[in-house]
C-alpha cells in the first residue's frame, strides 16, 4: 500500500480513487458486508464523480454493531487500566502520524476539501489521541469533608456503549473527537459516518485495532442518516449519543433518545458573529475573516459567517475582502486551488438557493453570488466565494445557517450595536472579535452567547479548549476534559467508619 505523500496524490489524480480502501463496516475486529449485502457509492466532490462504494448498513448491521460493543464492555476492555488505554491511545496517535498522509488524501477524495486542510485535519487528530492517551489515568473523582463519622468520594466511570453519529464536513476530526475521550473513558462505541465520507473513519477503527484495542470495542456501520443513523440513535442497546449534524435532525435525535432516555450530546449548527471594530489591526481582520468563512469552501459549522462591522471601518475592510474572495480559484483539493467543492449536489443547490432567495429579495451581492459551471472545474460542484450585504436583523441571510462560502455583513453604528447584534440570533455556537482593545474584546467575550469566544484569532485553539453551543447550536461539551467528563457517569460513594 503507497504511504508516501506525492505517490498517494499522483496515484488518486492519475486514477481517480486508491487503491485498498475499506469497503465494509468495522464490526467486532472485523470488515463485514452489510447483512443485506447492499452497497453504496461514495463521491469526488471535486470531480462530480463515485470514486468507490461501501457497504450500505442498516438495522441489522446496527443490531449487530451494538451487540459487539455491549459484549466488548464486560471483556478484556474492562480490566485494562486507565494507564493501559492511554497506551493504546498514544500508539494510535503515533500510527496516525506515520501515514497522516493516506488519510489526508483519501480525505480530500472523499469530502472535497483541500489537501493542506485535510493534513490540518489529521495533525489534529494527532493531537487529540495524544491528548486523551494522557487524561486516561487522570479522570479522578473527589473525596467530601463529612465529618469524622463517614467517607465520602465520588468516581468517574464510563458511560457504557457510546453512539456517534458523524456529519461530511470535518468528518475524521469529528469521528476523533468522540473516539479518543470515549475510549480514554473506558466506554465502546458504534458510530455512524455521514453517507458522504465514511472511509476515514473506518481506516481509524482499522488503526486502532492494529494499536492494540480489543475486538468489539470500536464498531463503525457506514450506511444513511434513515437507515442507519436513526436505527443507531433508537436502539435500547446504548447509554449515550453524540450527535453532530443539523437542527432538524438534532432534534428528531432527542426525541428518539427521549423513548428510553438516553444521554444526548447535540453539536449543531451555527451563525456566528465576527465582530470587527474601527481600532482593529486590519490586516489580521482580513486574514482573520477569510479564514472563518472561506475555510472548508463554510461548510464548517463554527464559520465566521456574519461579519458586523463598525461603519467607519466598512467601506475599507469590505474593499478588501472583496478583492480577496476574487483571488481564491476554485479547484480540485489535490491541485492548489485557493477554494476547494461544496461536498454534494444537493448541499451545493441548498448553498445557491439561500443567495438568490436573498438576489430576489434586492440584496446587494458585493462579489460571487453564483455556481462554478462544471466545465470550468473539472465537473465538480463548487460555489463562487460570495459576499452579501444583510437588510436588518430580520433578514434571512442573517438568521439561517447557509454552510457554504457565503459571508452575510451588517453593518453597525458602535460597539453596544454589535453586541445586540451578535446575540440576535437562534444560534449561539462561536464568536469572534478584533479589536485593540483588549476591555472592550473582554466585554464582548462575557456578553455574547456562545461555546467559544476567540479574540484577534478566530479557529484559535485546540484540542484543550472545550468546544460546544448553547441554544440551538446544542448543548454539551467536546474537546477537553469537558469532552471527557462527557462519557463518564459520577457515582457518590458513602461510607460509615
Ligand atoms: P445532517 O443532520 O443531515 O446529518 C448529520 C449526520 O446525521 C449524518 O451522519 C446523517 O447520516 C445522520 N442522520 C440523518 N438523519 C438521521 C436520523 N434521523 N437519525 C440519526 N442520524 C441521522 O447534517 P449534515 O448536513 O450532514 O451536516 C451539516 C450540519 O452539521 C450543519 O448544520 C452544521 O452546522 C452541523 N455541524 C455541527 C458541528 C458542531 O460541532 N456543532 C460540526 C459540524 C457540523
Redesign the pocket.
Known sequence: MIVDRAELVAEAIRSGTLAGLPGGHFIDGRFVESVSGRRMESFDPGRGKAFATVAAGDGADIDRAVAAARAALSGPWSRLSPAARGEILMRASRLIAERAARFAVVETLDSGKRLAEAEGDVGGVVKAFAYYAGAADKLHGDSMPLGPDHVGLTIEEPVGVAAQ??????PLS?AARGIAPALAAGCTLVV????QTPFTTLMLAELLDEAGLPAGVLNVVAG???DA??A??AHPGIDHIT????????Q??MR?AAEHVTRLVL????KSPLVVLADCDLDAAVAGIMEAIFENAGQ???AGSRLIVEEAIAAPLLERLVASAQALRPGHGLGDAGIGPINSPA?LARVAGHVDRARAAGNRILTGGAIVPPEECGGGWFYQPTIVLADGPDDPLVQE?I?GPVLTVQVIPDFEAAIAAANATSYA?VAGIYTRDHARAWRYARAVDAGQVYINEFFAGGIAMP???NRK??FGR?KGMAGLRSYCKLKSVVARI
Request: glycine letters at 20%.
Open positions: 453519529v458523524v456529519p461530511w464536513n470535518y469529528t455512524k459516518p455521514a453517507e444513511t442518516g434513515t443513523g436513526a443507531l440513535v450527535f453532530t449534524g443539523s437542527v432538524a435532525t438534532g428528531r435525535v428518539a453539536e449543531l449548527g451555527g464548517i459549522c463554527s448541499q445557517e454552510f455556537l468546544f460546544g453551543g447550536s446544542g467536546a
